[in-house]
């Protein structure tokens, strides 16, 4: 017999959705989705508008695609700001805050811009944190005995539907 998994604290969630795989994505990985539309992302993409994955973010992470957007990084590209967020409104469960790790063996990231990412999959049991930041994925290794899979978006190995 199955039990879900735990609700997150402050969370939108379900007895469906609490026993996905649960994921994690950094700002640039989002970019490539909702931005660049960039075909490396592709299956991450069908996973998550599939919902076959919980894609966990907190405000911090909503609030730094919009801080990066309004200072034009990706103007060239003609962002749609409404579908933006239409799609975080639709996908994405929100917690409130992100619970700090304990501070013996924290991993800890050499950007602490990142380091929200790597604090959200630890604290939430994430399966994976997708990013293409070096500074993340330098982690890789020592984030796997903790149960977290640190992979580009073109490295991520999905379960099927």
Same mark, same amino acid.
């Given at each position: 017999m199955h039990t879900p998994a735990t609700p997150l604290p402050h969370a939108i969630d379900s007895r469906e959705t609490a026993a996905l795989p649960c994921i994690v994505i950094d700002t640039q990985v989002v970019m490539d989705w909702l931005v660049f539309h960039d075909p490396r992302v592709a299956a991450l993409t069908a996973a998550i508008e599939a919902n076959r994955v919980r894609w966990v973010v907190a405000p911090a992470m909503r609030d730094e695609i919009r801080h990066?957007?309004?200072? =034009?990084?990706?103007?060239?590209?003609?962002?749609?700001?409404?579908?933006?967020?239409?799609?975080?409104?639709?996908?994405?469960?929100?917690?409130?805050?992100?619970?700090?790790?304990?501070?013996? =063996?924290?991993?800890?990231?050499?950007?602490?811009?990142?380091?929200?990412?790597?604090?959200?999959?630890?604290?939430? =049991?994430?399966?994976?944190?997708?990013?293409?930041?070096?500074?993340?994925?330098?982690?890789?290794?020592?984030?796997?005995p903790r149960g977290l899979r640190i992979v580009k978006p073109e490295a991520l190995q999905l379960p099927d539907a």
């Open positions: 990066v957007l309004g200072r =034009g990084v990706a103007a060239r590209y003609s962002p749609d700001l409404t579908a933006i967020e239409a799609a975080f409104d639709a996908h994405a469960e929100t917690i409130d805050t992100i619970p700090p790790q304990p501070l013996a =063996g924290r991993l800890v990231c050499r950007d602490p811009d990142d380091q929200k990412f790597i604090d959200l999959a630890l604290a939430v =049991g994430a399966r994976w944190l997708i990013s293409r930041d070096k500074a993340v994925l330098a982690l890789a290794k020592r984030a796997l």
